[in-house]
């Protein structure tokens, strides 16, 4: 979300547009070096600003969503709006509140689809490595590094074009997935001694976190991001 939402944005930018990223809410601080970040407003946290700057909107952009009621309580303030919308996403089955869709359930990522986006309008030349790293972070993180089904010949044609025009894959790849707090390792450790639970009857292994826990470990938005991965492992 935050890569497609940046991406266009720093497209969008290079044509003059005034453009504004609000999210509905915080998310991992490991996304936060992205190009356009400190322009990003936050509803939950600053939520009067937000409207405000919603309420001016003369075109919205949904991305990485197919249903208002995934951005929470900000979907119940886009819905009262009178202004055209355009999603553009790879979920299945969307709820169809959009004015425009670039829908396909296909693509690898809503990242991927932006891609797509920049080249049907005719600026493919807008992919500078601001907007190239961006994408490419959405389609790494989508695609669980390259190793989902979705990850399909196209896609790493897709990524190897990002590089030629800047993206750097092992900083991209140290900012997301290599930087951690003693925190957070200590809640993982927690966690897998702990916490998991197997199932082996019902091919099934889960893992629970209570409000306590993550309060005890001093967790941030984000820092559970991949814990259930060890459990699907």
């Known amino acids: 979300a935050m890569g497609s939402s940046l991406a266009l944005y720093n497209?969008?930018?290079?044509?003059?547009?005034?453009?504004?990223?609000?999210?509905?809410?915080?998310?991992?601080?490991?996304?936060?070096?992205?190009?356009?970040?400190?322009?990003v407003v936050e509803f939950e946290q600053s939520e009067q600003k937000a409207r405000e700057l919603l309420k001016q909107a003369?075109?919205?952009?949904?991305?990485?969503?197919?249903?208002?009621?995934?951005?929470?309580?900000?979907?119940?303030?886009?819905?009262?709006?009178?202004?055209?919308?355009?999603?553009?996403?790879?979920?299945?089955?969307p709820s169809g509140f959009e004015t425009y869709s670039f829908h396909n359930p296909a693509a690898s990522s809503t990242c991927e689809l932006i891609y797509d986006f920049l080249?049907?309008?005719?600026?493919?030349?807008?992919?500078?490595?601001?907007?190239?790293?961006?994408?490419?972070?959405?389609?790494?993180?989508?695609?669980?590094?390259?190793?989902?089904p979705a990850t399909s010949p196209r896609v790493h044609r897709i990524v190897a074009d990002l590089m030629e025009r800047g993206a750097n894959h092992t900083f991209i790849h140290q900012a997301v997935f290599d930087q951690?707090?003693?925190?957070?390792?200590?809640?993982?450790?927690?966690?897998?001694?702990?916490?998991?639970?197997?199932?082996?009857?019902?091919?099934?292994?889960?893992?629970?976190?209570?409000?306590?826990?993550?309060a005890r470990f001093d967790l941030q938005t984000g820092d559970t991001e991949g814990l259930v991965n060890y459990a699907l492992n």
């Not at 999210?23 to 490991?30: I, L």
């Not at 003369?58 to 355009?86: A, H, Q, S, W, Y």
């Not at 049907?120 to 390259?146: K, P, Q, R, W």
């Open 11 to 39: 497209a969008l930018k290079q044509l003059n547009h005034q453009v504004q990223v609000v999210t509905p809410n915080d998310y991992g601080q490991f996304l936060h070096w992205l190009p356009g970040n400190e322009q």
């Open 58 to 93: 003369e075109l919205l952009f949904c991305l990485d969503f197919n249903d208002l009621k995934r951005i929470n309580g900000m979907g119940d303030f886009v819905r009262e709006l009178e202004v055209p919308t355009v999603m553009i996403d790879h979920h299945l089955h």
């Open 119 to 148: 080249h049907m309008l005719g600026h493919e030349d807008l992919i500078n490595a601001d907007v190239a790293a961006c994408i490419y972070t959405g389609i790494m993180t989508d695609t669980g590094s390259f190793k989902f």
């Open 180 to 214: 951690m707090s003693e925190n957070v390792l200590r809640f993982l450790g927690h966690c897998f001694i702990n916490k998991l639970r197997v199932l082996p009857e019902h091919q099934t292994a889960y893992i629970t976190v209570s409000a306590e826990e993550i």
